[in-house]
């Protein structure tokens, strides 16, 4: 079966600090991955989604960046954290068709102090 | 622009009774409609899900209504227990996901 697993689960970081996050996907091969934030009682924000490895699009500009080294590998990045940045954000996959049906991380809770 | 309005924004409901959360959208593009549960700290979880050429999909106790000529959408939760109490998220796709802004549900022992 497939699993997802991100890390890490919270993260506190002073503002204009470095960021990366990462997220594997295991028990499936060419997975659609995903990165959404969702801010505290708000709905899911898609940040970028990669149908492939070196294949980044982005959703909102922003000041995060996200990179597929390897085909079940994607990492959200950022040379410096602003406050706004805070939030929770989740990993996601898919596989198959345009609706296949996305699957998420436990996401990491991150604090920008 | 929101493209998949959902209501209510919080709920509340007694053990036992029926949950019912209700979602629209304008994009007549749409063709996949899932539902999302999600506990606190966690990722949100595939519920169950409905494609348009159906008006209705129950898996156990929980049941997606769809109105296509309505363009509406509604998760009917029955006989709620406290263990379903959660945020429920709602989504439209066409090759992409919109997400409703979700619904916090509280089922009262």
């Known amino acids: 079966s497939q699993t997802i697993h991100q890390w890490p689960a919270t993260l506190v970081q002073p503002v204009g600090s470095p960021l990366s996050l990462e997220c594997t996907v295991e028990g499936t091969s060419n997975p659609n991955l995903y990165w959404y934030r969702q801010a505290a009682g708000r709905g899911l924000q898609l940040l970028f989604y990669s149908v492939g490895i070196g294949q980044i699009s982005s959703e909102v500009p922003q000041n995060l960046s996200a990179s597929r080294p390897q085909d079940r590998q994607f990492i959200l990045s950022s040379k410096k954290l602003l406050l706004s940045d805070s939030g929770f954000y989740l990993c996601?996959?898919?596989?198959?068709?345009?609706?296949?049906?996305?699957?998420f991380g436990n996401g990491t809770r991150l604090t920008v102090t | 622009q929101q493209q998949v309005k959902q209501s209510p924004q919080s709920l509340i409901v007694q053990k036992g009774g029926i949950s019912i959360i209700n979602c629209a959208y304008e994009?007549?593009?749409?063709?996949?409609f899932p539902w999302y549960q999600q506990f606190p700290g966690k990722g949100p979880a595939l519920l169950i899900a409905i494609r348009p050429d159906v008006s209705e999909k129950k898996e156990g106790r929980f049941t997606i209504s769809f109105n296509k000529s309505a363009k509406q959408f509604s998760l009917h939760i029955m006989d709620s227990q406290p263990g379903d109490s959660a945020t429920y998220f709602c989504a439209a796709s066409f090759n992409k996901f919109y997400f409703g802004s979700g619904t916090k549900l509280n089922v009262k022992p």
């Open positions: 994009n007549t593009a749409f063709d996949y």
């Open positions: 996601a996959w898919s596989v198959g068709g345009r609706n296949s049906p996305l699957h």
